[in-house]
């Protein structure tokens, strides 16, 4: 009975939290945009894409086995730069920096606030029966070029030499200084990015503004929104491929114990699987969930502007689902590696167990281990890193460099909704996380899923008009630099 008068405290609790998340679904609105800058740019299509064929026809194919590299064709990859752009050549400072390294100096009224544009121009190697047409012909049909480097990445490699050679014969001096950061061993994890940005560190340049291959323009990123989004990415996760091994005295297999060490392997692999990192939302998937969500139909706005309560469904159903929205939400480990015993009939002397995890936020090389090694939970197993790297710093994005690339999206694809977004792979452009926090990572082009599958894949190709939308953005960049 005492109860009872406190009963009507439950629909009204209810009625407050709906009308709570209602409201701030209702307040979460997008900013208002800036007006489109109409700029006349003039593209000469035919030297673009006469220019962009050759780079595509140079076999500048990366491996990390050198003896499989043919270095005559990097070699006519950089000659033929010099051919096409004299200007870049003659009035921009250039130096060769490590083995493929290309860093050109352009000095501006100012040096204080230094732009960086990079792209690397080494390529993936290509399997050319699953191609329709040949990998390396740079053939051009129906207004598309076939090839292997098309997306990634010689079109922003193109985009960014039209566009400064064009300048420069228009009398270009930039407010700030300009440097190209331009490197053939970025599919291979080379040094030469990195000699790079030593080489800057030692002169004191610290950039304004980096900007490298990255996210592109694209749809369907978030439910709801029917805009394309221009994702650009703010930081990288990191990297760890790691070793599980175990040994045992071997043996007859017909006289096995109750768990053979595979069998061991497996137990472990069964208790990470089944306890994944915790869910972070980390500051770049927070920023895009901030900017894209607010575009998005009323419902999922209900979802994006109360996170702070949808948040455990959310990992729920990322858990759930894997894929994309769980990477975006965890470290993920995935295992991809198991070997055992050479025969049937025989107990492994020893096993291994081989995982690839993506780090995110505040985990680290070293904090990873230690939670697989503890979920492990077996002491006759050694844990062994391969190869790892920890997850990159978070680029700001309340500076004028953001800005600049903001508008420079905005003015080209003025549809798009311009978003910071965690990317996934990992680029070249973690080597400059170490001069500055001002580090961009955008694609300059419209890319479809379908496109988007043929990077690294088979049958990669641009069309004409994706390629001069890319020469247009980096000129309205170079003009606000
Ligand atoms: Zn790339």
Redesign the pocket.
Known sequence: MLILPFLWLIPAAIATFLAVILIRAAAFRPEKEAPVLEEDIALDEEKIVADFRDMIRCKTVSDRNEALVDWAEFARFEALLAERFPLVHEKMNKKKLGKTGLLFHLAGRSSAEPTVLMS?YDVVPVEEEGWEKPAFEAILEDGVIWGRGTL??KATLCGVLESVERALAEGYVPENDLYLSFSGE??IDGDSCRFIVSYLEAQGVTPALVLD?GGAVVDHVVPGVHRPSAMVGIAEKGGLSVEFSIASEGGHASTPPAHTILGQLCRAVTRIEGKPFPCQLSEPTRKMFDTLGRHSTFLYRVIFANLWCFRPILDAMAKKSGGDMNALLRTTVAVTRMEGSRAYNVLPPKATLGMNLRLLGHDTMESACQRLTKLADNDKMSLRVVSGMNPSITSSTDCGGWEKVKAAIHNTWSDAIVTPYLMMAC?DSRHYCRITDKVYRFSAMYLTKEERATIHGHNERIPVQTLLKTVEFYTRLLRSI
Do not use: I, K, R
Request: proline content about 0%; glycine content about 0%; aromatic content about 0%.
């Open positions: 690397h990634d990445t970025e599919e291959e680029s």
